[in-house]
């Protein structure tokens, strides 16, 4: 499975932006699919994360009620809505799947990862 992440770009406070993330193969529906960012000089962290079936989902603290993971098994792509952007959101967003119904949380879950995306948040 390889995977393309795409959408980033330089937003205002306050702004909107939406990543999306493409897989190539058939098992993307049944993958788990998390969205993770990496902040210069930082780990990278958690961000949010969706079932297989779309029906579950998880977010970090920090952008729970601001960031949203969907997914269309059907165009074999997970989005990550990103509303009320703050500068500390600024970072390179990286998507990740993971086999197994399972919700994961922490990087070393996944297997397979996309190249990433570098959101810029200005003030």
């Known amino acids: 499975v390889q995977l393309q992440a795409s959408g980033g770009g330089l937003v205002q406070a306050g702004g909107s932006l939406r990543l999306s993330c493409a897989a190539s193969g058939r098992t993307f529906s049944s993958l788990g699919m998390g969205w993770f960012r990496q902040a210069p000089g930082k780990e990278r962290e958690f961000v949010g994360v969706?079932?297989?079936?779309?029906?579950?989902?998880d977010y970090a603290d920090s952008v729970k009620g601001r960031f949203t993971v969907s997914r269309d098994n059907a165009k074999n792509t997970v989005y990550l809505q990103m509303n009320s952007l703050k500068p500390e959101d600024t970072a390179v967003y990286y998507c990740?799947?993971?086999?197994?119904?399972?919700?994961?949380?922490?990087?070393?879950?996944?297997?397979?990862w996309g190249q990433g995306t570098l959101v810029t948040v200005s003030s």
């Open positions: 990740a799947g993971k086999r197994g119904p399972r919700l994961a949380l922490t990087r070393n879950e996944y297997d397979y």
């Open positions: 969706i079932s297989w079936g779309g029906r579950n989902t």
